[in-house]
Every structure is written in structure tokens, then in C-alpha cells.
């Protein structure tokens, strides 16, 4: 789940704070099972658990390095709480895939962003006739 903000460090936070309500219980969901659901889990839901899921050799080596010194990190007494309940998208620094950097200082290497949100912005024209032709009012 992504929360249409299609980014799922953003979600960690309400996962834990989800379980907790619903057991009545602050211990349910620990931070640690909430970064195992996103890692392992994840590999586990499509089964891909020996090609992704953990950093281990002969593994697909994906990581995201986050900026533990901005204002909303401080301070990191748990690396897996603050993960869970302090980082967001933006805490994103750099992005590896396969090995491969694909984001460094925030700053996409691989693709051009500002065509891309060019095409996202005329897309929305289509998206826009479409729902006022539909007879739908657009706010």
C-alpha cells in the first residue's frame, strides 16, 4: 500500500500505529517486523526471497541511504524505530538498485525528470476532458 503517495517508507508509521490500535496493544507491531514486512515479507509475498529481500551475496543488492541529520531524524536512538517513526520519502538521500546508483543527492541519474514530469502535466489535460466529458465536475 502506498497511500497514492507511492512510497512505502511513508506507510511504515501507519502500519505500526494500525496494529497497535486494532490489539489494543502498544507492544504489537515493533519496528523490527515492520522493516522485516517491507524487506523479507515483501520478497516472501512474490516469491523472490532468494533474489531480494535482505542484503546477502548472490542477492539483487537494492538500498535506499537515508539522511539521519535532518531535523525530523534527530536524534536516532533505534535505527529501526526512527526508520518506522520518524523517516519519510523526502529523508531519502540515495537509491541503489541492482547495484546500480540510481538516485545520488536526491538527484535522479538514470532518467530526465523534468521530461517526465512534463508528460505527467499534459497527461492530466487527457485525465481532465475525460472526467469533464464524463459529466463530472473537476475541482
Do not use: C, W
Not at 500505529?17 to 496493544?25: G, P, T, Y
Not at 545520488?104 to 505527467?120: F, G, N, Q, S
Not at 487527457?126 to 463530472?136: F, L, Y
Request: glycine share 4%.
Amino acid at each position: 500500500m502506498s497511500g497514492n503517495t507511492l512510497s512505502t517508507i511513508d506507510e511504515f508509521n501507519q502500519v505500526a500505529k494500525v496494529h497497535k490500535l486494532v490489539n489494543k496493544d502498544r507492544a504489537a507491531m515493533p519496528p523490527i517486523k515492520v522493516i522485516d514486512m517491507a524487506t523479507m515479507g515483501a520478497a516472501r509475498a512474490l516469491h523472490m526471497e532468494d533474489k531480494i529481500g535482505s542484503l546477502e551475496s548472490g542477492k539483487l543488492a537494492d538500498i535506499i541511504v537515508i539522511d539521519t541529520k535532518a531535523p525530523n531524524m534527530v536524534p536516532v536512538y533505534n535505527p529501526y524505530s526512527a526508520l518506522v517513526y520518524s523517516a519519510n520519502s523526502a529523508n531519502v538521500k540515495h537509491t541503489i538498485v541492482d547495484g546500480k546508483i540510481i538516485m545520488k543527492d536526491r538527484h535522479m541519474l538514470t532518467v530526465d525528470e523534468d521530461k517526465i514530469r512534463e508528460e505527467a502535466l499534459a497527461f492530466t489535460d487527457v485525465v481532465r476532458k475525460t472526467v469533464v466529458d464524463a459529466g463530472e465536475v473537476v475541482q
